[in-house]
């Protein structure tokens, strides 16, 4: 598909954004936005990136997760290299705009996790005796 078969909305007044049916993603000053993958299946929170708008609109194109890398300053697909290709069920925004949920079905071994975990939450912080992280339950 072609990455230009649609504009996203101009972003207008506080009401438009919360309450409106026009799509216009706030992305920041580096012209990201946050993304949060979530399991449709189960509801787990699997790892939180960025998209830019090329990477959105491909996304709603083509129903695969497409991410932009902050560390290597390219666009990438989710599973290309680890075959986890990330299927997208829904998408949805939160009410201003400027972070995109994703319920996805992850393929490949359904590890999202470059550590070669499930979920990149895989530790808990704890406060009691000083602050630490200590390895998740699951």
Same mark, same amino acid.
């Given at each position: 598909m072609n990455s230009n078969a649609f504009e996203f909305a101009l972003r207008g007044a506080k009401a438009e954004i919360e309450e409106g049916q026009g799509f216009a993603p706030k992305f920041d000053a580096d012209g990201l936005i946050v993304c949060i993958a979530q399991e449709a299946s189960t509801g787990e929170i699997l790892m939180v990136a960025y998209m830019n708008a090329q990477a959105l609109k491909l996304t709603l194109e083509t129903g695969v997760a497409?991410?932009?890398? !902050?560390? !290597?300053?390219?666009?990438? !697909?989710?599973?290309?290299?680890?075959?986890?290709v990330q299927t997208v069920v829904e998408a949805r925004t939160d009410c201003d705009q400027d972070a995109i949920l994703l319920k996805i079905v992850a393929g490949g071994d359904g590890k999202a996790c470059h550590t070669?975990?499930?979920?990149?939450?895989y530790r808990r912080i704890e406060i009691a005796g000083g602050v630490r992280l200590v390895m998740a339950d699951k």
């Open positions: 497409h991410y932009w890398s !902050r560390s !290597r300053n390219e666009l990438w !697909r989710k599973g290309d290299t680890s075959g986890q070669g975990r499930k979920s990149c939450f």
